[in-house]
Nanobody, 124 residues
Framework: QVQLAESGGGSAQAGGSLRLSCTSS????????LAWFRQAPGKEREGVAF???????HYANSVKGRFTISLDAARKTLYLQLNDLKPDDTATYYC??????????????????WGQGTQVTVSS
């Protein structure tokens, strides 16, 4: 069983930055991909970025060029650097690990393990 714990959320002004972390209690190599999702009030959960444990990142168009996903395998920690924040980025951010040998990309049902979420609030 893998447990994921996010940290680093908070409040920022538009144009500001935050860095989210997600630490795994187990080996990250039990998963093919790790990902960040977000869910704003009244909206469906959506994919933000995912990364293969081999290192290749992928981004949603809405965050491309502003957010960076990275993985520190030795620390079993996934990161999401959020730059040039916009009010539309306000949401609860969740990290996820698929727990399989194939990458679900942005398919929510494909991820077996989820963190509890961390809130990001961006003011204009």
């Amino acid at each position: 069983q893998v447990q994921l714990a996010e940290s680093g959320g908070g409040s920022a002004q538009a144009g500001g930055s935050l860095r989210l972390s997600c630490t795994s209690s187990g080996s990250i190599y039990n998963s093919r991909c790790l990902a960040w999702f977000r869910q704003a009030p009244g909206k469906e959960r959506e994919g933000v970025a995912f990364i293969y444990t081999g290192g290749t990142p992928h981004y949603a168009n809405s965050v491309k060029g502003r957010f960076t996903i990275s993985l520190d395998a030795a620390r079993k920690t996934l990161y999401l650097q959020l730059n040039d924040l916009k009010p539309d980025d306000t949401a609860t951010y969740y990290c996820a690990a698929d727990g399989t040998n194939w990458c679900p990309e942005f398919e929510i049902a494909g991820y077996k393990y989820w963190g509890q979420g961390t809130q990001v609030t961006v003011s204009s």
